[in-house]
Nanobody, 125 residues
């Protein structure tokens, strides 16, 4: 599976961005797709994930009231709507896909599943 993320950019605190990630290749109904982020000097952390088959969703506690993940199976695309952005949301955002549940993606490692190239999100104060 190949993943192409887009939609990052520079935004002021309180603003919004919408990230997109299009998947190509062999897409299975048992996949979940998700978003992770990595800030400079920090480990990659889980943001949100959604199942392909039944729309089960998991968001990290740090973003669940501000970010929303969604998907369009017809276009093999997952979205991350980010509202009320804060400077601490600044990071490279990666999309990922793997077999299994969205909750299982919370412990996904960089060596498992498939990953996109990342898109930079910068939130200025």
């Amino acid at each position: 599976v190949q993943l192409q993320a887009s939609g990052g950019g520079l935004v002021q605190a309180g603003g919004s961005l919408r990230l997109s990630c299009k998947a190509s290749g062999r897409i299975f109904s048992s996949f979940s797709m998700g978003w992770f982020r990595q800030a400079p000097g920090k480990e990659r952390e889980f943001v949100a994930a959604i199942s392909r088959s039944d729309s089960r969703i998991v968001h990290a506690d740090t973003v669940k009231d501000r970010f929303a993940i969604s998907r369009d199976n017809a276009r093999n695309t997952v979205f991350l709507q980010m509202n009320a952005l804060k400077p601490e949301d600044t990071a490279v955002y990666y999309c990922a896909v793997q077999f299994g549940s969205p909750r299982a993606m919370m412990t996904m490692t960089p060596s498992s599943g498939s990953w996109g190239q990342g898109t930079q999100v910068t939130v200025s104060s």
